[in-house]
């Protein structure tokens, strides 16, 4: 980070402190062992991270945009199906379902909990259509009782994206293995992250289990037997060992990070123009990331006196997938999904990470509401 900043935008400093000398032995354990490739520490951390998100399964993989590429395989999805998501989502949900040959069909979110608009699902299924992928965004999770029901009616597996939502509950119950399969991703700022790529697949259908344990090691559970055309994306076991010291801590970090969130919440509410998100009593957010809304007037200005003060802050995302370049084939034009496209231009991702102390929110808060009541005659929507 520069010399000149106060309020980092992430930072894994108290994480690190507290498993490092655990880690550090596990490390020099598995060097002297060599055991690199699906040693003990895998195994170990499958079945802990499983009984954590109260799944029968969770299988090691080398990312989360593989776990997801992996599950949609497991489950038969390819070329010549369709699978819906959300337009504002990490680009990676989108691509692993373009990796498995499959169409991606995008639908809008809804304007409150910036989850996939479940209104809109049902009139974007096709006979084509084999899925649906909730993205539980930002940590909070989506709606997943409507999602279920509508997949159920149409026969469609529902694969969740927790890959921002480790720990989040929907209805007191952990995100996962809500439907046919969760996908984790563990790069390092995720609410459990690695030293490095890493992801999981977890599942309470045995088949599934076994065909993503196939896919990520060339086909086959045993060496030399390829029953399918596989993969290399095992997690590596010196990354099972970091978070295997570090799931033990990771409920106690989201305490942590709803702690700060209210602390947010209070602060910004009398600021004009800024919209936070809104309290979810069903449900526990896990606020992988604090977003909130400024009028888009203001919004790369704010951004900019912010950093300026030492205040570094993000844009998740600063374009919704439909218009990224990548994706352009799909056809979709500025318009089709306004309220993603409408975000894009408002949303800012405010510093959160367990450790972030409550006198630096007061900091960014204040920097906040001192730029935006500077300039009361560009608020285009008020607290009313
Ligand atoms: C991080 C992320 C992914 C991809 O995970 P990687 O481990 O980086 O491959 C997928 N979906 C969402 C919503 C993410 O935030």
Redesign the pocket.
């Known amino acids: 980070m520069p010399a000149n900043t106060v309020v980092p935008f992430v930072d894994l400093r108290y994480q690190h402190q507290v498993i490092e000398q655990e880690v550090f032995t596990s490390l020099t354990d598995i060097a002297r062992r060599s055991s690199f490739i699906l040693g003990d520490e895998v195994q170990q951390f499958e079945q802990k991270f499983a009984q954590y998100c109260e799944a029968r399964y969770a299988v090691g993989v080398g990312?989360?945009?593989e776990a997801?590429v992996l599950a949609m395989q497991a489950l038969g999805i390819g070329p010549g199906d369709e699978v819906i998501t959300a337009a504002n989502?990490?680009v990676?949900?989108v691509e692993a379902i373009a990796h498995t040959g499959a169409k991606p069909v995008l639908v809008d979110n809804d304007p409150v909990s910036y989850n996939l608009d479940v209104a809109q699902i049902e009139q974007s299924i096709t006979s084509r259509t084999r899925a649906i992928i909730p993205?539980h965004l930002y940590g909070r999770p989506a709606d997943m009782a409507p999602i279920t029901s509508v997949a159920r009616r149409h026969g469609l597996y529902v694969v969740e994206?927790t890959?921002?939502a480790h720990g989040a509950c929907y209805i007191g119950r952990r995100v996962g293995a809500l439907g046919d399969a969760g996908c984790f991703?563990f790069?390092p700022a995720?609410n459990l992250g690695a030293w490095g790529?890493a992801?999981a697949v977890v599942t309470n259908s045995e088949e599934t289990d076994l065909r993503v344990r196939e896919l990520r090691d060339h086909g086959g559970t045993h060496k030399y037997e390829h029953r399918r055309v596989g993969y290399t994306s095992r997690l590596d076991t010196v990354q099972a060992a970091v978070l295997l010291a570090k799931l033990r801590y990771l409920d106690g970090w989201n305490d942590e990070r709803r702690r700060i969130a209210q602390h947010y919440q209070e602060s910004l509410s009398e600021v004009p123009g800024v919209i936070c998100p809104t309290a979810d009593r069903d449900n526990a957010h896990v606020f992988h990331l604090y977003v909130i809304r400024v009028p888009a007037t203001q919004r790369d200005t704010l951004r900019d006196h912010l950093q300026s003060k030492g205040i570094a802050t993000g844009i998740h995302y600063p374009k919704p997938v439909h218009l990224t370049e990548a994706f352009a084939y799909l056809g979709y034009a500025l318009g089709a999904f306004p309220v993603a496209e409408q975000c894009a231009t408002e949303i800012l991702s405010l510093p959160m990470y367990p450790g972030l102390a409550l006198t630096k929110v007061d900091y960014v808060t204040q920097e906040i509401g001192q730029f935006l009541q500077r300039k009361p005659e560009l608020i285009h929507r008020g607290t009313s």
């Open positions: 990312s989360g945009t997801l989502t990490f990676a949900t993205v994206d890959a921002q991703s790069y995720k790529d992801g």
